[in-house]
């Protein structure tokens, strides 16, 4: 029974997901479980971009040391590293879309097996934007999707048709949930790897799209 | 030509018209033009569109314009901050333009740049893409968005000089720029304006050509989301 399946905790699909990255690569972490893959690079030498207008994006400042004037793309107060630098929102978004960012880590609601992304709003509830996650989609050189394979209600996200209004329309390369890793390949979803305790058809049980 | 101004209801005046399309700073509560916000606010002025990333929050930023009904549209691309920004939508009362940031970001510094329209991958597929120029490009498709060009730019700085060049703080730059850029007519609040010379012309961020009216003032400056880590005890 698919919903009994646990597999990888958030901080396990976190580590899951900084093995994707590899040294020198400039990267944009998405809020929620992305944002813990910073915990996870190791001694990789991975520089965190905040599309706010920074490369080089420090830990949570100790308190009493907080700057109103340094704060990520969640607007939480951060601090910045040697190798930091500052630049305008245009020339943020000019190093996205042009290809400059290797890859993001990103949450979703639901990914398509053709790599469709929704994730910025659900009709008739509270819509507050899609913020940079369009840009980022559209522009970096990978996206990595970090999500739960279920929703609440246990059902599916990951579909063979996203019913949400999309962020990016086959945009997405990997998709790494509790239960295991998937590739979007040119015929279709391809399992990579599974979960801690999960097999193949636990996989197959729990998604709605056709993993080929 | 004098630039350097006593107050920012003094740098507004005889720049407001009702149902003007400004272009605000800011991202969140960071390096947002609070002294000229306070001023819009005080000047009456109405039916404005307002060009800027976000809202602000209930009281302190965008949303005190959004308090006293002033603002008639907002093109932002994230507002999810802002209780009452969202009852004036909901109710019809207050239009929405989403765009993606990257999008905003660029429209701000087409419009500057004198570059009325431009191709983007962003949005194609989504909602954002309906209605728009289609057009392919080595094999891949991208759609059309345009440039904007704001009857006012107001903006926040960390230094300024007397001619106008500035120089921004850490993530404060922000939208600045491009904000700065796509108006007829830049107003920029700063927190010390220093004499011209004092600042090094390699370290200029903005040049004061884009900068028309300059005040200092004391800044809130409010943090959002206070987030902070315990000091090791290893």
Redesign the interface.
Known sequence: MPSSIKGWDRNQMAARAAQELEDGMYVNLGIGIPTLVANYVGDKDITLQ?????LGMG?????G??????????????T?LNRTS?????T???M??GGKIAAAILGAMEVSERG?LANWMIPGK??????????LV??VGRVIVVMDHTNKHGESKVLRDCTL??????VVDRIITNLGVLDVTVNGLSLVECADGVTRQDIIGATEALIV | MKKVYGSASEALDGLLQDGMLIAAGG?????IPELLIDALVASGVKDLTVAS?NAGVDDFGLGKLLATRQIKKMI??????NAEF?RQYLSGELELE?N???????R??AGGAGIPGFY?????????AEGKDHRDFNGETYIMEEGIFADLSIIKA?KADDTGNLI???????????AAMCGKVCVAEVEEIVPRGSIDPDLI?LPGIYVHRIIQGPHE???????????ESA
């Not at chain 2, 991202?27 to 390096?31: A, D, H, K």
């Not at chain 2, 921004?168 to 491009?178: E, L």
């Open positions: 905040s599309e706010n207008g920074m830990p949570f400042p100790f308190e040391e907080e700057d109103a004037d340094l704060i990520n793309a969640g607007k939480q107060t951060i910045e500052y630049f305008d929102s245009a943020s978004f000019g996205i879309r469709d509270l819509v507050k934007g899609m913020g940079g996650a369009m840009d559209a522009g209004p999309l962020t990016g329309k086959g | 991202f969140g509560l960071c390096g990333n932002s691309s994230y507002v999810g901050e969202m989403f993606p940031q990257g999008t905003l970001a660029e701000m510094r983007t991958k962003t949005g194609v597929g989504t909602v954002i960390w921004f703080r850490k993530t404060a730059r922000n939208f600045n720029p491009p961020h400056k409010r943090i959002e989301q206070r987030t902070v880590r315990q000091k």
